[in-house]
């Protein structure tokens, strides 16, 4: 386990489509979070899961998104009826409840909405 | 909610020269301040964080400075080299390991 690994690395889709996302963290984490990040900004938080809990959602997400962390491992973040504004990167990253360290990203999937 | 403001957010300098990157934040909750650099199309690695009982902290040519009063934190790059080009993000946090919220990003140029 060398980190946080996030599949797949590019996705284009049509407009419209529903895409899933899939974030494996590294194995001893129980936090794990989802971010967005547009060209040019900083990540923005989308939601967080403490072991398979979702303890919090961004009132900037909408109802098309959706995340699971069903055994509190491996996460999905689906995005239904995709717009062209969904274009960005999204970012996965875990830790440690109590950890010292902070956060550690996966590559991010980048989205293309057309 | 918190909020967090970076500036610059462009910056170049001369090699060899030093960089130094701003940040303020409105929760006075926040306890934990992370730094990342961001190369482009990589993921954000952390070069440096710094919790809110210390007032500043540095590793090699990195230092970090914090004023919890104000409300503000420093990054501060020495004897810049061409490696360290790349945008750098702020954030900040309840803890170590809670949800963060970074700053808008400086693109930093070291020039040869």
């Known amino acids: 386990d060398t980190g946080v690994s996030q599949d797949p690395r590019h996705k284009i889709t049509k407009r419209g489509q529903n895409v899933t996302f899939r974030c494996d963290p590294i194995?001893?984490?129980?936090?794990l979070y989802w971010y967005r990040q547009t060209l040019g900004q900083g990540p923005e938080f989308l939601t967080y899961?403490?072991?398979?809990?979702?303890?919090?959602k961004s009132r900037l997400l909408s109802d098309r998104f959706s995340a699971e962390r069903p055994k509190g491992s491996f996460s999905t973040l689906e995005i239904q009826r995709t717009e062209q504004g969904d274009s960005a990167m999204y970012l996965c990253?875990?830790?440690?409840?109590?950890?010292?360290?902070?956060?550690?990203f996966g590559s991010g999937t980048r989205l293309t909405v057309v | 909610g918190e909020n967090v403001e970076q500036h610059p957010s462009t910056l170049s300098v001369q090699e060899g020269d030093s960089a130094v990157i701003k940040c303020t934040y409105s929760?006075?909750?926040?306890?934990?301040f992370p730094w990342y650099k961001q190369e482009l199309g990589k993921r954000p690695q952390l070069i440096i964080d710094?919790?809110?009982?210390?007032g500043e902290k540095k590793d090699q040519r990195i230092a970090v400075t914090l004023n919890k009063t104000a409300k503000h934190f420093s990054l501060h790059i020495t004897e810049t080299q061409p490696e360290d080009s790349a945008v750098y993000f702020c954030?900040?946090?309840?803890?170590?390991?809670?949800?963060?919220?970074f700053g808008g990003g400086t693109r930093v140029l070291v020039k040869p």
């Open positions: 990253a875990s830790s440690l409840l109590t950890g010292h360290d902070g956060y550690t």
């Open positions: 194995s001893e984490h129980n936090r």
């Open positions: 899961f403490q072991n398979e809990a979702q303890l919090e």
């Open positions: 929760d006075s909750a926040s306890n934990y």
């Open positions: 710094i919790r809110s009982n210390v």
């Open positions: 954030a900040a946090g309840k803890a170590a390991g809670n949800k963060l919220t």
